[in-house]
């Protein structure tokens, strides 16, 4: 049965709020557990609200996400994530496994964007999906710039041409 939409607009404003103010102290300071911290609210609701298994398992596994980010970051572990993956990775640089997170959250917020039906679930996704990047930007604002810069190289490329 769907959840009750009696309070979720303001709910909804207000976690976005907490989101973007979090994402702005995050990038300000320099705090990655700032954004996380922001996030949360707005992944607990998520959680509250989705009904079906697919987004059910997608809002507890950002859930978990930002609970292994957290501890990454807290207890400063870092793992080069690229010897792993031998020639796969050959030509990229060092990536250290704490950027793994925000690029789990995303795909998750994008399957919740994609799945979900209602218009404060999605809003929500939106919220996580962006707080992810910024996530990502304040964990290492180079490689967000080097993939950021590639990628709308590629985009430019497949612009249709008059």
Known sequence: ?????????????????????????????????????????????????????????????????IVVEAVLIIFK????????LGSFAASFPAVDVRMAGPIVIGILSITLLKRTAGIYTKWLAVVIFLAACALF???????????????????AKHIPRP
């Open 1 to 65: 049965m769907a959840k009750s939409t009696k309070n979720a607009l303001v709910l909804c404003l207000a976690f976005s709020a907490v989101a973007v103010l979090a994402a702005l102290l995050g990038y300000w300071k320099s705090l990655p557990l700032a954004i996380l911290a922001g996030m949360l609210p707005a992944v607990a609701y998520e959680t509250y609200r989705t009904e079906g298994a697919t987004t059910t398992l997608a809002s507890w596994g950002i859930a978990a996400a």
């Open 137 to 155: 930007y304040v964990l290492d604002p180079d490689l967000f710039s080097r993939l950021f810069k590639s990628g709308l190289s590629e985009g």
């Open 77 to 84: 572990l870092q793992l080069n994530i690229m010897q792993y």
